[in-house]
């Protein structure tokens, strides 16, 4: 083994040549003859029907592949295999397609069949590991067949196989840009994913294939904050980094303003170590902001949406992932104001117990951070005191950051700190710490002394390194304050005899040329010294000695004159052109000649002008302007694909483009509310935009709390809930100083005195005040009342009436609500049923909030809620749910008897259509089953027995009910697929004792389930309907004259929505009301638009392929409409 | 983002290759070599090399180099802390994060590669999913699935990669239910000559151990959550819950995991378990140094020291040392200059002590550094800091686990100055 591993370390593990390798091999003819042999066993073995021998031979081969060996040759026979049943053999086979595809292109296209046929396996680990390897293929002959295949997995109802189609997307990019624009439709419609696990893997599609198209996030900002915390950590990275960038596009600079003042104070802090530059930037800064402060004179209100943002992230820097705190952590340095800023500190620290590569880097990041924001760090300074153990590179980076958090109260400690570290053995370290000390001396001018003092006592190290270190850096120091150290020079002079190191030596004799004037006597004496060894020096010092004859020759031309002579003929010889170009150059300058022209008139001037003292600067100063964390960052270089952070905007891109559609605002009038609309708007609508199922999640535990069963579902569920439930207290605080600040205050203490809507609005991203005293409202209610399902839906009907309604109406929907209360099972139902309950219509809700409903939602095409159900498996449900366009259906539910207390010896039985998806199966209605047992007696084991459906008609049934003590009741949901159709489910319930024939049949307005659509989309599909593109038009309509309870809009619309599960869609005319459904079954749409006349006439049109469900459906509405 | 992987050994074998995209040369791996020559010492070698068509950025573990080849912009720590995780998984699956190991198991390593990773961006890194995947080796397993041919590979989709709480799998059950907490403190310290404290804080840990069946919830309270100054947890802990009442709530992942990391800062809360007296001198004259080391137990609150082990690194013309100890075994190593001297348990009555003379190298100037001395040491059943676990309470699930904790005290990163400080 160890003869053919070298063998292939001079390969270069190199698989483009596509020929044998074995003529190349410089090993012995043995292992190559073997080596061939054993190829043909291989092959042997996979063309076997044994699967084990299979399975043998793809192990050996992969494990030549991971060893870097060529095993091309043996693609014929391992491609065969793709189809093969044992999983473990096809793995190993993708694993082979996808190294050695691109060489094969032409065999590799033979197995593209069994990936197109594993892309429609019902195993979804299949189907996403056929995309998987389908789009690893890196041949460009099958780019349409891939997007085909991610098109089609993105809409997938596996969030699984979502996930792996945004995987997919950067593969599909690099391997053919021309598909972008395709590519990003994909990106568009998976960032409206719900999933945690879609989010981290669509955002990373993003930032590969459309960073620039930051308007796609638009519409997924809050989701995205609000989903964070619950996505994989690796997402998490990605999509903060992302935020950071958005953020920094659509939000005003939180310290604008402080810059006025803070700006100053820093100024004093930095004295002179600011550059020129860096002036100028301030001052920039400064006016800016003056002109801001001048234009506003108003103080800076944060976006609440940048809040959002910074408050979601927070709680991650407690992550255990490096990276996931780095990402926050600069999402703080660029975004947060500078109050807040400093909570990164700690969380930095921290990290700096971990792997020496994490200290490297974190380090890095660190050192750029002290530089603007220096208090941050100031009270960690002793955890970056450096161990005798730590690496050099760790050593160096932490003496950077305890230099910058240098400051006239530590530097006393810093430096005796220092001090040690100059005993060091690490010599490399002394010298980065000799330099740290010589940045202290000029930063901070009361130890400037005291420094060079002990710079000079270094000079009299034995240790070479350090001495010529000091005198690099001595020399800087000198240049600020010249007249006062001649005697430093003098001593440096002396230094020359002993001194090696050339930039040593180059610098003491620059310090000698430059200050020739404080050391008259010596100076010429050394340029003689030098003289004598100008030869054997490096070529630095020669520069230096020929810079410094030409400084003695203009200042004391008496003594040096010859000196000089002769040392520039010496360097007009030199090997090095740089050396005779400067000798030249300076001759012609200094000496005096009658074709010397007018430039040796200034030659002093040109040699002795005053130079400025050099600045020692960090050198991790204005790497700010790289994100933080990145590559580019800490290399301090533009790394390929890195994207610029870009600067705050002047002035606040309209904020209403992250909210989402809201279909009937509120049309303000008066100026006072125009003002508040102003603050509440994003509150809102983000609230309605993503939220998401947890809602649900969160009401259901609190009536059931503690008592979750131990299915995963509900794990997950209760787990959400909790972090829900605290995030909304906190965020309560939060909100509160918030409002404040909006000066609302008053009028949300009268609102909140007022109990309101439970459960509308628990959502993270909630915020607007009406959310807030729905909440309180909620809280209250809590406490006293226990079944809340039923209250969403509740308040989502208030809340599509317009704002200035629902002051009144929340009175009315209270009383409504202790209706339904009333009617309602008692609270004591089982607990896992309720739950199961709520956890539908949460599921519902997600539906309904598909912020741009997709176009898919065509007759054929149900992912949408198939998705959904999968979604429910197990994803975050952490966003909650308002809805204003869904009409309270429950609060209508009607009870049918399916069997009499009397008929039933007992035992009662009532259902009705909750309209909530059917987990199980999406294409069912759900019934919720009531038992009531009046009897005295326990019933027994109650469940479903021989079912008798027409064709096509499927039954899930409820799972069996063990004991129903007497005088309790008891709910169940089972499913029901009526393929669309009225007939009745016949089946019989059972009890320990007796069967009862029963049979359900569904209204027909029970067949649908709502479909959300734009205005657009509505009007576009009723023309496709129309125009029979799909199957057939059909358009039923109906003249009818309103009943006269009937008249309004509201009424309609309640009437409408009560008699069909429909879901209303926005529309732009007053006179017409449009609502949408899909049928379960079979996802036809269904289109219902009612229009008013003068008086109380009006127009009924049904849109439907199914000819009979628009005819029966005609029929109910009529009825309910003219009643 | 993550291009290819390299895994190369202390000899400088490029022994483990794997690919997410195109394939690229190992040759790519001269730029790392070159650093690596640069650097030295292993953990000197930038975690970041710049070549002129990709970035390596590497870790080294346990005598392993992971070299990642990226192309583009990536956060560096995503990809650091990706390798780690890579190395623990190792660890995890193979007992031990070893070239044999990997060398041995190359096809699984191939097969977690593969699914820990999709065109370079992390995939499934929770480890009970990817046991799910692909099942870790053992021995009756190898053997049956070579006599029944069955795989080593999991058919369906780990529940897990479907939850928002991957780290669980579904259906755990166990017939003993039990959690196990380990609270691991180490004690960071730099003490000067005089004893005095320069520097000091403790890092803890806890360490579970959860083998609960179904889908428990527990909540981990302390006695004085108010100790802990800062904090990191794993990614099941409820991150609120802890802000607002300081308790670790939590549905564990099944089997070990670190629970969270915490750190105490207050110094003068630190106590030092130990002290010691020690001069180490160098004379001027006649090439020879002198040795005198006493260790004693100090604020241990009645529990005691273990495992003490004094390290010195010793000035480069040090060649020997004789020495005798009262306790213990003294050695050594005339090549690394490293003096260890293994003293075990601490006794209050009779204080272990080092002493004798070092020989120099003749007719070189005395050293200048003065070497510092590292400690080691263990306390069992104690945490340094005082942090108790007040109780642990379970929810959702009916049966009564089997619950304990344990603490143990170590030395982290403890040194000694062998000059007075100046604080």
């Given at each position: 083994m160890s003869t053919s591993s070298a063998f292939n370390d001079e390969k270069g593990g190199s698989s483009s040549a596509g020929e044998p390798e074995y003529g190349h091999d410089p090993a012995s003819g043995g292992i190559f003859s073997s080596d061939y042999k054993r190829h043909d066993d291989l092959k042997e073995m996979l063309d076997s029907n044994k699967d084990s021998l299979k399975l043998e031979a793809m192990k050996r081969i992969v494990a030549m592949i991971a060893r870097g060996k060529n095993a091309s040759d043996l693609f014929p026979a391992v491609v065969k295999n793709v189809a093969c049943k044992n999983i473990e053999v096809k793995k190993l086979v993708y694993v082979y397609l996808v190294r050695y595809a691109e060489e094969q292109q032409d065999l590799a296209l033979l197995s593209i069949s069994t990936f197109q046929r594993g892309l429609k396996d019902p195993n979804q680990l299949i189907r996403a590991s056929a995309l998987r390897v389908l789009s690893s293929i890196r041949v460009t002959i099958i780019v349409p067949i891939m997007m085909l295949a991610i098109?089609?997995?993105?809409?997938?109802?596996?969030?699984?196989?979502?996930?792996?189609?945004?995987?997919?997307?950067?593969?599909?990019?690099?391997?053919?840009?021309?598909?972008?624009?395709?590519?990003?439709?994909?990106?568009?419609?998976?960032?409206?994913?719900?999933?945690?696990?879609?989010?981290?893997?669509?955002?990373?599609a993003f930032e590969e294939v459309c960073p620039e198209r930051i308007d796609l996030i638009h519409k997924n900002y809050r989701k995205l904050c609000n989903l964070l915390i619950d996505v994989e950590e690796w997402g998490q990275v990605v999509i903060i980094n992302m935020l950071t960038r958005y953020a920094r596009t659509q939000f005003l600079n939180p310290n604008i303003n402080e810059s006025l003042l803070e700006e100053?104070?820093?100024?004093?802090?930095?004295?002179?170590?600011?550059?020129?530059?860096?002036?100028?930037?301030?001052?920039?800064?400064?006016?800016?902001?003056?002109?801001?402060?001048?234009?506003?004179?108003?103080?800076?209100?944060?976006?609440?949406?940048?809040?959002?943002?910074?408050?979601?992230?927070?709680?991650?820097?407690?992550?255990?992932?490096?990276?996931?705190?780095?990402?926050?952590?600069?999402?703080?340095?660029?975004?947060?104001?500078?109050?807040?800023?400093?909570?990164?500190?700690?969380?930095?620290?921290?990290?700096?117990?971990?792997?020496?590569?994490?200290?490297?880097?974190?380090?890095?990041?660190?050192?750029?951070?002290?530089?603007?924001?220096?208090?941050?760090?100031?009270?960690?300074?002793?955890?970056?005191?450096?161990?005798?153990?730590?690496?050099?590179?760790?050593?160096?980076?932490?003496l950077e950051v305890l230099t910058n958090l240098a400051n006239e109260t530590n530097i006393s400690t810093i430096l005796r700190e220092f001090q040690t570290y100059i005993k060091s053995m690490d010599k490399d370290f002394v010298a980065a710490t000799i330099q740290a000390i010589g940045r202290c001396a000029t930063n901070i001018g009361e130890v400037r002394d005291t420094c060079l003092n002990g710079l000079v006592q270094l000079l009299s190290n034995r240790d070479e390194l350090v001495v010529a270190e000091s005198v690099v850096v001595i020399k800087k120091l000198l240049q600020m304050q010249p007249e006062q150290h001649s005697d430093i020079i003098k001593h440096m002079a002396k230094l020359t005899d002993n001194i090696q190191v050339p930039m040593a030596r180059a610098s003491i004799l620059w310090l000698i040329g430059e200050y020739c004037e404080h050391v008259p006597k010596i100076a010429p004496d050394v340029l003689r010294k030098m003289a004598k060894t100008f030869t054997n020096e490096e070529d630095i010092v020669k520069l230096q000695i020929i810079n410094l004859a030409a400084k003695l020759y203009l200042t004391n031309s008496k003594q040096t004159k010859l000196l000089t002579q002769y040392v520039l003929n010496l360097a007009k010889y030199d090997q090095n052109y740089d050396i005779r170009d400067r000798a030249r150059f300076i001759r012609q300058l200094i000496v005096p000649t009658d074709k010397s022209g007018a430039l040796s008139k200034y030659a002093k001037k040109l040699f002795l002008a005053l130079k400025p003292a050099p600045v020692l600067e960090s050198p991790f100063k204005d790497r700010d302007h790289f994100q933080l964390g990145s590559l580019s960052h800490l290399l301090n270089a533009k790394a390929g694909g890195y994207q610029e952070l870009p600067d705050w905007p002047e002035s606040a891109p309209d904020p209403s483009v992250r909210n989402v559609e809201v279909p009937e605002w509120t049309k303000c009038t008066s100026r006072k509310e125009r003002k508040e609309k102003k603050v509440e708007k994003p509150f809102y609508s983000d609230s309605e935009g993503e939220s998401g199922p947890t809602e649900s999640a969160d009401s259901e535990s609190d009536s059931g709390s503690g008592s979750q069963s131990g299915s995963e579902e509900s794990g997950s569920g209760s787990e959400s809930e909790e972090s829900e439930e605290e995030s909304e207290s906190e965020?309560?605080?939060?909100?509160?100083?918030?409002?404040?600040?909006?000066?609302?205050?008053?009028?949300?203490?009268?609102?909140?005195?007022?109990?309101?809507?439970?459960?509308?609005?628990?959502?993270?991203?909630?915020?607007?005040?009406?959310?807030?005293?729905?909440?309180?409202?909620?809280?209250?209610?809590?406490?006293?009342?226990?079944?809340?399902?039923?209250?969403?839906?509740?308040?989502?009907?208030?809340?599509?009436?317009?704002?200035?309604?629902?002051?009144?109406?929340?009175?009315?929907?209270?009383?409504?609500?202790?209706?339904?209360?009333?009617?309602?099972?008692?609270?004591?139902?089982?607990?896992?049923?309720?739950?199961?309950?709520?956890?539908?219509?949460?599921?519902?809700?997600?539906?309904?909030?598909?912020?741009?409903?997709?176009?898919?939602?065509?007759?054929?095409?149900?992912?949408?809620?198939?998705?959904?159900?999968?979604?429910?498996?197990?994803?975050?449900?952490?966003?909650?749910?308002?809805?204003?366009?869904?009409?309270?259906?429950?609060?209508?539910?009607?009870?049918?008897?399916?069997?009499?207390?009397?008929?039933?010896?007992?035992?009662?039985?009532?259902?009705?259509?909750?309209?909530?998806?059917?987990?199980?199966?999406?294409?069912?209605?759900?019934?919720?089953?009531?038992?009531?047992?009046?009897?005295?007696?326990?019933?027994?084991?109650?469940?479903?027995?021989?079912?008798?459906?027409?064709?096509?008609?499927?039954?899930?049934?409820?799972?069996?009910?063990?004991?129903?003590?007497?005088?309790?009741?008891?709910?169940?949901?089972?499913?029901?697929?009526?393929?669309?159709?009225?007939?009745?489910?016949?089946?019989?319930?059972?009890?320990?004792?007796?069967?009862?024939?029963?049979?359900?049949?569904?209204?027909?307005?029970?067949?649908?389930?709502?479909?959300?659509?734009?205005?657009?989309?509505?009007?576009?599909?009723?023309?496709?309907?129309?125009?029979?593109?799909?199957?057939?038009?059909?358009?039923?309509?109906?003249?009818?004259?309103?009943?006269?309870?009937?008249?309004?809009?509201?009424?309609?619309?309640?009437?409408?929505?009560?008699?069909?599960?429909?879901?209303?869609?926005?529309?732009?005319?007053?006179?017409?009301?449009?609502?949408?459904?899909k049928t379960v079954s079979s996802g036809s749409l269904v289109l219902v638009t009612v229009t008013r006349k003068d008086g109380a006439g009006a127009l009924l049109t049904v849109n439907c392929e199914k000819m009979v469900i628009g005819t029966m459906l005609v029929k109910d509405i009529l009825q309910a409409l003219t009643q | 983002m993550i291009h290819s992987l390299f895994l190369i050994n202390n000899a400088g074998d490029i022994f483990l290759e794997k690919h997410w995209k195109s394939v690229i040369s190992r040759s790519v791996c001269d730029y790392f070599f070159e650093a690596q020559d640069k650097a030295g010492e292993p953990d000197n070698v930038s975690p970041v090399i710049r070549t002129p068509h990709h970035y390596l950025i590497n870790i080294y573990r346990e005598k392993i180099f992971f070299v990642s080849v990226i192309q583009t912009e990536v956060p560096p720590l995503f990809v650091i802390e990706f390798l780690h995780r890579v190395a623990e998984m190792f660890q995890d699956y193979f007992g031990e994060c070893s070239e044999v190991a990997i060398k041995d198991n190359v096809v699984i390593v191939y097969e977690l590669l593969e699914e820990m990773l999709d065109n370079g961006f992390p995939l499934a890194t929770e480890s009970n999913i990817l046991k799910e995947l692909i099942k870790p080796p053992t021995i009756l397993r190898s053997m049956v699935n070579t006599i029944t041919g069955s795989s080593n590979v999991g058919e369906t989709l780990p529940t897990g990669q479907l939850s928002t709480i991957p780290w669980r799998r579904a259906g755990v059950k166990y017939t003993n239910n039990e959690a196990y907490f380990d609270v691991v403190e180490e004690i960071d310290a730099i003490l000067d000559k005089s004893g005095t404290t320069v520097f000091a804080e403790i890092q803890g840990v806890i360490d579970a151990c959860v083998k609960l069946s179904g889908m428990p919830d527990l909540t981990l309270s302390f006695m004085n959550p108010r100790l802990l100054d800062d904090v990191s947890f794993h990614p099941c802990v409820r991150f609120k819950r802890w802000e607002s009442e300081r308790v670790l709530s939590f549905i564990p992942p099944d089997g070990n995991f670190r629970l969270m990391s915490y750190h105490v800062n207050a110094q003068n809360l630190v106590a030092i378990p130990v002290y010691v007296r020690q001069n180490i001198n160098f004379f001027e004259t006649g090439s020879s140094g002198r040795v005198d080391i006493t260790v004693g137990p100090k604020q241990t609150m009645g529990k005691t020291v273990e495992n003490v082990i004094v390290t010195i690194h010793m000035p480069k013309v040090v060649l020997s040392a004789n020495l005798t100890a009262t306790q213990g075994t003294y050695t050594y190593d005339p090549v690394t200059k490293i003096l260890v001297w293994d003293i075990g348990k601490l006794n209050q009555q009779k204080l272990p002590n080092l002493k004798g003379s070092l020989s120099l190298q003749s007719g070189a100037p005395k050293p200048e550094e003065n070497p510092s001395l590292n400690i080691d040491l263990k306390i069992q059943q104690l945490a340094i800091s005082g942090l108790k676990v007040n109780r642990l309470d379970m929810y959702v699930e009916k049966y009564k686990p089997f619950k304990g904790v344990k603490y143990v005290t170590k030395a982290g990163k403890f040194q000694v100055l062998t000059v007075p400080s100046h604080v």
């Open positions: 098109k089609e997995a993105a809409s997938d109802m596996s969030p699984y196989v979502r996930k792996t189609a945004a995987h997919a997307i950067p593969k599909l990019y690099s391997l053919d840009p021309e598909q972008k624009d395709q590519l990003i439709e994909v990106i568009e419609k998976l960032l409206a994913d719900k999933t945690t696990l879609v989010a981290g893997s669509v955002v990373m100053g104070g820093e100024k004093a802090f930095y004295g002179s170590d600011d550059d020129d530059d860096d002036d100028d930037d301030d001052d920039d800064e400064e006016k800016k902001a003056e002109a801001a402060a001048l234009a506003k004179r108003k103080p800076y209100v944060m976006d609440p949406d940048h809040r959002l943002l910074l408050r979601n992230t927070k709680p991650l820097l407690q992550s255990r992932n490096a990276a996931v705190v780095m990402a926050v952590a600069q999402l703080y340095f660029h975004l947060a104001p500078k109050a807040e800023v400093g909570v990164i500190a700690k969380a930095l620290v921290r990290l700096m117990r971990s792997h020496s590569e994490v200290q490297y880097v974190v380090l890095q990041n660190v050192a750029t951070m002290t530089i603007k924001r220096r208090g941050m760090f100031e009270p960690y300074l002793k955890s970056f005191y450096i161990r005798s153990t730590d690496p050099t590179q760790i050593k160096i980076l932490k965020e309560e605080e939060e909100e509160e100083e918030d409002e404040e600040e909006e000066r609302a205050k008053k009028k949300k203490k009268v609102d909140k005195s007022k109990p309101k809507k439970p459960e509308s609005a628990e959502s993270d991203q909630s915020s607007g005040e009406e959310q807030k005293r729905i909440r309180k409202g909620g809280k209250d209610r809590r406490s006293g009342t226990e079944s809340e399902s039923e209250d969403e839906s509740e308040s989502e009907s208030s809340e599509s009436e317009s704002e200035s309604e629902e002051e009144s109406e929340s009175d009315t929907d209270i009383k409504k609500k202790k209706k339904t209360a009333a009617s309602k099972p008692p609270p004591k139902q089982t607990k896992k049923e309720s739950k199961k309950e709520t956890k539908e219509m949460s599921l519902l809700d997600l539906d309904d909030f598909e912020p741009t409903p997709s176009p898919q939602v065509t007759p054929v095409n149900s992912f949408l809620s198939n998705s959904l159900v999968t979604d429910l498996e197990g994803l975050s449900l952490t966003d909650t749910v308002l809805a204003p366009t869904t009409i309270a259906p429950s609060s209508s539910v009607r009870l049918y008897e399916l069997l009499h207390r009397i008929t039933g010896e007992g035992l009662a039985v009532e259902y009705c259509f909750s309209r909530q998806p059917f987990s199980p199966d999406p294409h069912m209605v759900a019934v919720q089953i009531q038992f009531t047992n009046n009897t005295t007696s326990e019933a027994k084991s109650l469940h479903i027995e021989e079912p008798k459906l027409q064709s096509g008609m499927r039954i899930k049934e409820f799972p069996e009910i063990e004991v129903l003590p007497a005088g309790e009741s008891v709910n169940v949901v089972m499913g029901i697929d009526f393929c669309d159709s009225t007939q009745a489910a016949n089946f019989q319930l059972c009890t320990h004792i007796r069967k009862f024939f029963v049979s359900i049949q569904p209204p027909v307005g029970e067949l649908m389930t709502p479909a959300f659509l734009t205005e657009n989309e509505f009007k576009k599909e009723q023309e496709t309907l129309l125009h029979g593109q799909l199957m057939g038009m059909n358009e039923i309509s109906e003249k009818l004259t309103l009943g006269e309870k009937c008249q309004s809009e509201h009424v309609i619309v309640e009437r409408v929505t009560s008699t069909a599960n429909l879901s209303r869609v926005p529309c732009g005319s007053d006179k017409e009301s449009r609502f949408a459904g | -």
